[in-house]
C-alpha cells in the first residue's frame, strides 16, 4: 500500500525514465554473457586450430624426415655397391687383359687415364649438381654405370678397354661428387639449423659404406671365389696355379692365374664366369638406380641456380677475404696427404710387408690390410658417437691427429721387429686416419659454409693424393721399403702444420665475426637512440 501510494504520487515521467534505465540494464548484461560466451567459443576454436595446424606440422615433419632417411639409405646403398662392383672389377682386370692380349705394364695407362677423369668428374659433378634433383641425377650416373659395366666384359681389344675404364673412373668421380653433395642437400635443411654438430653424420656415414664394402673384399670375395675357380677347374682336369710367394707392385690385390697349362676352352670358361660376376654387379647397379629416382623428393626437386649461393667458387672468396682463401688452401693440403696416406697404406701393406725385414706372406699382408681397413671404419663410426659427446670440432681433429702421430712414431721405431706390433701400428694409423677427412670437413664448415665447389676440391684433393702417393711407392717400395715409412713421416708432418695454420687463421676469421656482430649491435643501438630522441623532441 505505501509503495503504491509513493508511486501514484509520482510523476509519470519519472515512472518511464525507471522503467528504461531497469530493461537497458537487464539487455545490457544479457549481451554481455553472450559475448563472453562468443568470446570463449572462438578461443576454443583457435584452441582447437593451433593444435591442429601443430599436429600437421609434426606430421609434416616426420614425413619429411622419413623421406630423408631413405634418401639417406639410398645414397648408402650407391656407395656401397659401387664399392662392390670396384672389389669385382679388380679380379677381373687379369682375365681381361688375356681376353685382349694386353700386357700388365700396359695397364698402367688404364691406371695414368683413370687418374685424371676420376678427379674430372668430381668437378664436373659438383658443377653439375646445381642444375638437376640430386637423387634423380645419381639414379642416371648408376644406370649409366650399370650400362657401361655390361660392355666392358665383352671388350674386344685394348684401345676400347682402356676408354671404357677411362669413362668408368669418369663416372666414379661423378657419383662420388652426387652422392656427397646429395646428403649435403638432403640434410642440410634440417639437422644444420637444429644441431650443427650431426650436420657431418650422414657425410660420414656415407664414406663408411663405402669403405666397408672394400675392407676385407681380399679376404671375403676373391680368396673365396679363387677357391671355387680352382676347385671347378681341378674337377674338370684342367690345372690351376696359385702361388703364395710375393708379387710385384703392378700385381698386388689381383688374382694371379696361370694360364699355360689351360685350353682355349677353358680360358673362355673362366673369362665367362668373372663375366657374369660383372653383369651380376651391372644388373644390380640398375636395380637399385631406380631406387633414388623413386625417393626423390619435391622440396629437393628444384635445383639451386649458379647465382644462389651455391656458387660461391675461389673467385668469390679473393674478392671477399684473403683469408677464406688460405683457409681453404690449407684444408686442401689437409686432404690431400691425408686421403694419400690412406690409399698409400691400403695399397701397399702387403708389398710393404713382403719386402720388409717382416717377410709377410700374402696372406699375412691381406689380414694386415683387414686390420687397417676394419681401424679406419671403427673410427668413423667413432666419430660419429663422439659429436654428440663433444661439441668442440677442433678437438676431434685432435684426437685424429693424436692417433696419426702415435701410428707414425710407432711404425718407424717397432713395426718391423714383429707381425704383431706391425699390425698393431696399422691399427692406430687406421684410427687415426679414418676420419681424417669427414672431421676437417666438419671444422671447415662451422666457419664457412661449405658450396658445391668448395666440396669438389676437396674432393679432388683426396683423388689426387689417392694417385700422386702410388707413383713413389709403386717404383721404389720393392728396392726401399723404408720409404714407406718416410712418406708416412713427411706427410703427418705436413698434415700438422696445416692444422696449425688452419687453426691461426679460423681463431682469426672467428674474431673478425665477432667483431662484425658488435658493430652491428652497436649501429642499432645508436640508431634507435637517434629515433627515440626525435621522437622526444617531436
Known sequence: MVLDSLIGKQEPT??????????????????????????????ETQKVTRLRIIHYVAVFKESQKKCKIMQSIMVFLSFLLVGVVRTAQGPSLMDLKKHVKASLEDFKVIFSIGAVTFPLGNLIGAYTMNFFNPMRFLSFLLLLFAI?????????????????????EFLLGLIDSACNIAILKIWGSEIFLQDE???????????????????????NISNPLINEVATAISSTTMK????DSPLSPVEDNMWTVLYSHMSITDLQVFHWFLGMLLLGTACLTALVSLLPFRYASADSSSASSPSSSSKINIRAYIND???????????????????????LIGNFI????????????????????????????????LTIIAIDLIKDTFKLVLVNLFFLSLGSWFLVSVGDTSLLLYRVGMGILGLGIGAHFSTGTLWLSKVKDLSNTTTSILLIATSVG???????????????????????????????????VSKMLITKLMNKKKETVLNRHVIRRNSDSTVSGSIDEA
Request: glycine residues 6%; negative net charge.
Open 197 to 219: 654438430e650431426k650436420s657431418i653424420e650422414p657425410i660420414i656415414l656415407t664414406n663408411s659404406t663405402f669403405n666397408a664394402s672394400m675392407t676385407d673384399s681380399s679376404i
Open 240 to 243: 690351376y696355379e696359385y702361388s
Open 14 to 43: 519519472t515512472i518511464l525514465l525507471t522503467t528504461g534505465l531497469l530493461s537497458m540494464e537487464t539487455v545490457s548484461s544479457t549481451d554481455q554473457d553472450n559475448i563472453s560466451a562468443e568470446y570463449e567459443k572462438e578461443e
Open 321 to 343: 677475404n684473403y683469408l677464406y682463401i688460405l683457409l681453404i688452401g690449407a684444408m686442401v693440403i689437409y686432404a690431400f696427404c691425408g686421403n694419400g696416406i690412406y690409399f
Open 148 to 168: 657401361l659395366n655390361t660392355i666392358l666384359v665383352f671388350a674386344p681389344s685394348f684401345v676400347y678397354l682402356v676408354i671404357l675404364f677411362a669413362v668408368n
Open 466 to 500: 689417392a694417385q700422386v702417393f702410388k707413383i713413389p711407392a709403386s717404383k721404389y717400395i720393392s728396392t726401399l721399403p723404408s720409404l714407406f715409412y718416410y712418406i708416412t713421416l713427411g706427410s703427418w708432418g705436413t698434415i700438422v702444420v696445416c692444422v696449425v
Open 350 to 381: 702387403s708389398v710393404h710387408g713382403m719386402y720388409s725385414p717382416l717377410q709377410l706372406t700374402k696372406s699375412e699382408g691381406a689380414r694386415t690390410t683387414a686390420v687397417f681397413f676394419g681401424a679406419s671404419v671403427i673410427s668413423k663410426f
